[in-house]
């Protein structure tokens, strides 16, 4: 291989899911452990994979996705490498040990398929934004892979009593357990994000963590039910 080019050539495989770089997933394909991902995903893959666009079990959840929350899925089986991009978004791989996260959709690259997941309403903000937030949570033993456009922020809330507070539009995940509240600042409105008008910020407490991206690029913002 030409010398300039070996350093970019994919490490042999540790896990089922890896980066490569920051900005691709690599995937361990098995078969019987099937993948989901987000639909356009796949950038190169090695073996024999197979694909399958918005598969039964997809669209049965999405019938629950009238707010525009989904994002397209497809279902990926066979044996090989899988890798995955999202524009060059960076990506953040999480193994799920029995634990649940909450994640905005449009940052959501993959996650194994065996996982309990669904569209659930975040609770606590409706008078905020008139019916309500929803998001995608995610539970069980397996990988998830997330995107960021640019290097994310993992805040530990602690389980203090101090609140964590987060721009809504630069939100990517957080811990289901943790409280969530909504929290309106007039004075702020031409500090806080980059929205016009009042400043709106989702507030966290309790014992768990928040993944915040450095952007507040309206279309990755959680969807909105009015």
Excluded at 35 to 47: I, T
Excluded at 60 to 84: H, N
Excluded at 142 to 171: F, H, M, N, Q
């Amino acid at each position: 291989m030409n010398q300039p080019l070996a350093g970019f050539a994919p490490a042999p495989v540790t896990a089922r899911m890896e980066n490569h770089g920051n900005h691709m997933l690599k995937v361990a394909m098995q078969t019987g452990n099937d993948l989901l991902a987000r639909v356009g995903s796949m950038v190169a893959y090695e073996g024999f994979v197979q694909y399958e666009p918005n598969p039964p079990a997809v669209r049965q959840i999405a019938r629950d996705w009238v707010t525009g929350e989904g994002a397209p899925l497809m279902k990926c089986s066979g044996d090989g490498l899988l890798y995955l991009a999202d524009y060059g978004a960076n990506v953040v791989v999480i193994n799920l040990n029995g634990d649940a996260i909450s994640v905005n959709a449009t940052n959501l690259l993959a996650f194994d398929a065996h996982l309990t997941w669904g569209v659930e309403r975040v609770k606590g903000l409706a008078k905020f934004a008139g019916q309500g937030l929803w998001n995608t949570k995610i539970s069980g033993q397996g990988w998830v892979a997330l995107t960021s456009r640019g290097k994310p922020i993992v805040v530990d809330c602690g389980g203090g009593e101090d609140e964590t507070y987060v721009d809504p539009d630069a939100l990517i995940a957080w811990s289901p357990n943790l409280k969530v509240k909504g929290k309106r600042s007039f004075k702020a409105q031409s500090l806080i994000g980059r929205g016009s008008g009042e400043a709106y910020q989702m507030a966290f407490s309790g014992q768990g963590i928040v993944v915040v991206q450095p952007s507040e690029d309206s279309t990755d913002r959680i969807r909105v039910r009015g």
